[in-house]
Antibody, heavy 116, light 112 residues
Framework: QVQLQESGPGLVKPSETLSLTCTVS????????WSWIRQPPGKGLEWIGY???????HYNPSLRSRVTISMDTSTNQFSLTLRSVTAADTAVYYC??????????WGQGTQVTVSS | QSVLTQPPSVSGAPGQRVTISCTGS?????????VHWYQQLPGTAPKLLVY???NRPSGVPDRFSGSKSGTSASLAITGLQTEDEAFYYC????????????FGGGTHLTVL
């Protein structure tokens, strides 16, 4: 049973950098895609990007200039970095295992608030 | 404004059938990309409900079914139950967004 768990600060100041980590258990990170998705309060889902086990990445064009997704297969973790955050980046952030184009498994989500 | 258009809300009585539409374009669903559906119960993470247009993951009741035609897709729910009350999201890819994953705006299902 694949399980994912997000972790990181729940509060980030405007203009600073948001950093989250997703810890994967019950599955190897090899030969799979790993995604980050977010959901602003009261709104729908927005795909942020994914990383393949080889290290190749693909990002949402609207966030590409501020996003980096990285992976550490030795610790079964992958991470999200979002720079220069504003209040519009306040959201629940989910990590997920991406299979054949869909997110087969989701973390429980972590709330991140951007505020001074 | 989402690239994939869903009705904001649908409703039905217990036992009835409802459908949720997901309308795209020739750069996404119409280009042949698969459509996937997720269910998000209140206060929880989304859960995969239907993948690759018509397939159900293990454990999802056969009351849920998906279809795709042209530039649109639909999720049908038969024998509505109160526990089906949730948000439902469709998802695909879009060529005009460099092959990015896209979600519909979501549909809230109310079981009357």
């Amino acid at each position: 049973q694949v399980q994912l768990q997000e972790s990181g600060p729940g509060l980030v100041k405007p203009s600073e950098t948001l950093s989250l980590t997703c810890t994967v258990s019950g599955a190897s990170m090899r030969s799979q895609y790993w995604s980050w998705i977010r959901q602003p309060p009261g709104k729908g889902l927005e795909w942020i990007g994914y990383i393949f086990y080889s290290g190749s990445t693909h990002y949402n064009p609207s966030l590409r200039s501020r996003v980096t997704i990285s992976m550490d297969t030795s610790t079964n973790q992958f991470s999200l970095t979002l720079r220069s955050v504003t209040a519009a980046d306040t959201a629940v952030y989910y990590c997920g295992r991406d299979t054949s184009g869909y997110v087969a498994n989701w973390g429980q989500g972590t709330q991140v608030t951007v505020s001074s | 404004q989402s690239v994939l258009t869903q009705p904001p809300s649908v409703s039905g009585a217990p036992g009835q059938r409802v459908t949720i539409s997901c309308t795209g374009s020739t750069s996404n669903i119409g280009a042949g990309f698969d459509v996937h559906w997720y269910q998000q119960l209140p206060g929880t993470a989304p859960k995969l409900l239907v993948y690759s247009n018509t397939n159900r993951p293990s454990g999802v009741p056969d009351r849920f079914s998906g279809s795709k035609s042209g530039t649109s897709a639909s999720l049908a729910i038969t024998g509505l139950q109160t526990e089906d009350e949730a948000f439902y999201y469709c998802q695909s890819y879009d060529m005009s967004l460099s092959g990015s994953k896209i979600f519909g705006g979501g549909t809230h299902l109310t079981v009357l």
